[in-house]
């Protein structure tokens, strides 16, 4: 089993940066992939960054050029900069292992005009 705990959301005004950060534990090893997607009340979750093993990395094309993804281990960073009301939402960090897919609980993120 393989337990995610995000870390870094909040509230910050439009053109602000924040950084989420997402650690894997327990059943850790053999993780390939690891990543953030976020949901908004009535639309469906979406992938925003994703990053394996290998450090190949794969981005929304709404945040390419404003979010940052890296991997130190089973830790992932979301480094967040010019933020935009559009990028509220809920953050889930995610990581497949063996093929089974595992979510962490949420972190919220909301910026304001």
């Known amino acids: 089993q393989v337990q995610l705990v995000e870390s870094g959301g909040g509230r910050v005004q439009a053109g602000g940066s924040l950084r989420l950060s997402c650690v894997a534990s327990?059943?850790?090893?053999?993780?390939?992939?690891m990543g953030w997607y976020r949901q908004v009340p009535g639309k469906q979750r979406e992938l925003v960054a994703s990053?394996?093993?290998?450090?190949s990395t794969n981005y929304a094309d709404s945040v390419k050029g404003r979010f940052t993804l890296s991997r130190d281990g089973n830790t992932v960073h979301l480094q967040m900069n010019r933020l935009e009301p559009e990028d509220s939402a809920i953050y889930y960090c995610?990581?497949?292992?063996?093929?089974?897919?595992?979510w962490g609980d949420g972190t919220q993120v909301s910026v304001s005009s």
């Open positions: 327990g059943s850790a090893y053999w993780i390939n992939t």
């Open positions: 995610n990581a497949l292992r063996l093929g089974v897919r595992y």
């Open positions: 990053i394996t093993s290998r450090e």
